[in-house]
């Protein structure tokens, strides 16, 4: 089972150990980033840096992945509870 949080954090569930919806907003804005730098890189035939970018853009995914499991856990343990941006 998934926690919300790591199990030695400093956060509470009263009092998230992270903005996990500000990291969603900007892993999301990352990956999309580099993409588009990664595309415009492999097009000006600059492929160290495409390659750069094409991994800054896994680390995203994989960072979105983890954030959205974290969501999942936290909705599971306050089920009806809306955070805002910065929760």
């Given at each position: 089972?998934?926690?919300?949080q ?31 730098f ?50």
């Open positions: 089972m998934t926690r919300s790591p199990r030695r954090a400093r956060g509470t569930v009263g009092h998230a150990y992270s903005a996990l919806n500000l990291r969603l907003a900007l892993a999301s804005f990352g990956l999309v980033t580099m993409i588009v990664a595309v415009l890189a492999f097009r000006a035939d600059v492929v160290w840096l495409g390659v750069v970018c094409a991994v800054f853009a896994l680390v995203a995914v994989v960072d979105l992945i983890v954030i959205q499991r974290r969501r999942a856990a936290r909705r599971r343990e306050e089920p009806g509870v809306r955070h805002s941006l910065f929760e």
